[in-house]
């Protein structure tokens, strides 16, 4: 059976719902890699709050903000209420560990001793560097909701929808040195109506992003797959507001 380090954070949608499509395949061993650092998710929830973006309520915003568990070791007994990452990995009896920063040693250590065939990243505020990336022996991916190499960055959601736009979409890439750069492995567009707002293509993005992952996984652990790289003449990038 195959070897996957999935790394995202604990109550983003778009993780928990790449890792449930991952886990119900039944086709992978799976370690858990959670970003829980309170600072980037605190950034975000000063920016909803300030922009008063429509669809995230103040409590679901709280819920982002958990006490933090400590760290340094694996852990397969934590219990969490639903919708997050720790909940998937213990209704799937996956091993998961509280990733504080995915370039120091005892956690590179810690994955590579999980002798990873690939390395699926999902949501995860952390940049990944070189040696981290090359733990799996097929690489490291990302679910990114926007179509790349437009609309690089940390919210995307948010900008295309500040920015007017009439379609958006998810792209699985490959990781490389530069952020949201890598080869384009799978891509798929869907449009943006007027009543949308940050939930629904949240929602929509994290549906989309779950089918062409597993597609993704699927073609890159058969060597199936030819990826393509990003036209940067088309490029763009948008940090936090």
């Not at 736009?165 to 890439?173: D, F, K």
């Not at 799978?186 to 943006?192: H, L, V, Y």
């Not at 089918?211 to 797959?225: F, H, K, Q, T």
Request: aromatic fraction near 6%.
């Amino acid at each position: 059976m195959k070897k996957i380090v999935f790394l995202g954070i604990n109550r983003n949608p778009l993780s928990v719902v790449c890792l449930e499509a991952l886990a119900q395949t039944g086709s992978y061993q799976i370690l858990v890699g959670i970003d829980r650092r309170r600072s980037l998710i605190e950034r975000f929830k000063v920016t909803w709050r300030s922009h008063s973006l429509a669809g995230l309520t103040s409590r679901a915003i709280s819920k982002l903000v958990q006490k933090g568990l400590g760290r340094g070791t694996i852990r397969s007994n934590a219990v969490e209420s639903a919708s997050s990452l720790i909940e998937v990995a213990e209704l799937r009896n996956y091993c998961w560990f509280e990733c504080l920063d995915v370039n120091n040693g005892d956690e590179q250590k810690l994955m590579a001793d999980f002798e990873p065939d690939l390395m699926v990243v999902a949501s995860f505020s952390q940049i990944i560097r070189s040696k981290s990336r090359s733990i799996a022996r097929s690489g490291a991916i990302n679910v990114h909701p926007s179509l790349l190499p437009k609309y690089r960055g940390p919210v995307p959601i948010y900008w295309v929808l500040r920015n007017g736009e009439s379609q958006t979409g998810v792209t699985i890439h490959r990781l490389s040195s530069k952020v949201d750069a890598g080869d384009i492995v799978r891509q798929q567009e869907f449009p943006i109506s007027k009543s949308d707002n940050e939930a629904t293509l949240q929602l929509r993005a994290s549906e989309v992003g779950a089918r062409l992952l597993g597609e993704s996984v699927e073609a890159l652990l058969a060597g199936s797959i030819e990826c393509v790289p990003q036209e940067e003449t088309q490029a763009s990038y948008f940090g936090f507001p």
